[in-house]
């Protein structure tokens, strides 16, 4: 009858040396050439310790409905005409205040003391206040006018805003015309995914042109810059603090050089990348300078320190996957230089213990 190998196991072979011989050396150097070396390529090669990673998230960013506008005039007049959602800011402009229509913007507090003046210099005899007709002598303190459209826009449905609609139209005389264009627009910026990273930032919008212009159309992204990582981890609020001043009554603090200086000065702020201006031309005499902006708030790459754990889980992965090539090596080695007795051993046959335990107890 034919016979088959149904099972095989290796039969293990030892080899008995003294500590202090030369087979217990080459060990000793085999084991600290198996396991260093791959540390050090490791390491050598770069990129072993982690020190910044990055992962994407979405940010939470709403308008907080806070504008700084300078409107530059043409040559023939010159000068400028200024306005802002800050009391004390307006105030200083003098009679360069003008006060533009835009949405969800309180600016009740600058018709109160200033607003006969508007009257004077439009004669616009009433302002669509909260969807109704109103003569403008009827506005109170407290009182808002709303054009609804300015509007922040969920596209996706997933609870974070997508962007920013943003309208508002400057009045103008006939012999006033606009060639430049200062804008800034604030913005609350949240992140969750590692640590909670809550600042303001605002959109610095800047567009100037030889011809006098009717309107403005902006098509932009928020995006993030960062000068250094974020925390992997906790709270950060250092940056959680308004951008404008807006209850300093000095001029200085409502100057567009300090307020972009002391911004940029951030390691972490936002800036309107790609806004591609349009600038139309044509303006009848009585019509306002419209700005009209889309801001979207896209998907961000978020740069991050990791944390400990995760810098190890990093190593290691290097490590190991060095150390299989070393010890596959080194194995090989140390069984060529024991099997061809290059250093004097004793060689034994390994007993199982099982015999053992069965000669123990005869």
């Not at 419209?290 to 290691?316: C, D, H, Q, T």
């Amino acid at each position: 009858m034919a016979l088959y190998e149904l099972y095989s196991h290796p039969a293990e072979r030892g080899y008995r040396a003294g500590l202090c011989s030369k087979a217990a050396v080459f060990l000793l150097l085999a084991a600290v050439l198996t396991y260093i070396p791959p540390l050090l390529v490791a390491f050598r090669s770069h990129g072993f310790w982690l020190k910044r990673s990055s992962y994407e998230e979405q940010p939470t960013v709403r308008f907080q409905h806070q504008v700084l506008l300078v409107a530059l005039l043409g040559s023939e007049r010159g000068g400028f005409l200024a306005w802002s959602t800050f009391p004390a800011f307006n105030r200083l402009q003098g009679d360069h205040l003008r006060v533009p229509l835009v949405s969800n913007i309180a600016v009740s507090k600058i018709l109160n003391w200033n607003g006969s003046c508007w009257l004077k210099l439009f004669n616009r005899e009433c302002l669509k206040l909260r969807n109704r007709e109103v003569p403008i002598q009827m506005l109170k303190h407290g009182d808002t006018f709303l054009n609804n459209e300015t509007r922040e826009e969920d596209r996706n449905q997933d609870g974070k805003m997508d962007m920013l609609h943003f309208k508002l139209e400057l009045p103008l005389q006939s012999t006033e015309h606009v060639v430049a264009v200062q804008l800034i627009l604030t913005f609350s910026y949240q992140l969750h995914r590692m640590s909670t990273f809550v600042m303001q930032s605002m959109a610095f919008l800047q567009s100037s042109f030889a011809v006098p212009g009717s309107q403005l159309y902006v098509n932009g992204d928020l995006r993030l810059q960062q000068k250094q990582p974020l925390n992997y981890g906790g709270l950060d609020v250092r940056y959680n603090v308004s951008v404008i001043n807006g209850t300093s009554p000095f001029a200085c603090d409502y100057d567009l050089t300090h307020i972009v200086a002391a911004y940029q000065a951030r390691n972490v702020t936002t800036v309107l990348t790609d806004p591609n201006p349009i600038w139309l031309v044509g303006r009848a005499a009585e019509a306002p300078f419209v700005i009209n902006a889309v801001i979207r708030y896209p998907v961000e790459v978020i740069s991050y320190l990791p944390g400990f754990w995760e810098m190890i889980k990093f190593a290691w992965i290097q490590y190991v996957s060095i150390l299989l090539i070393f010890l596959w090596v080194f194995e090989r080695i140390k069984r060529f230089v024991f099997q061809n007795q290059v250093v004097t051993t004793v060689p034994v046959t390994a007993v199982p213990q099982r015999e053992l335990y069965k000669e123990h107890l005869s």
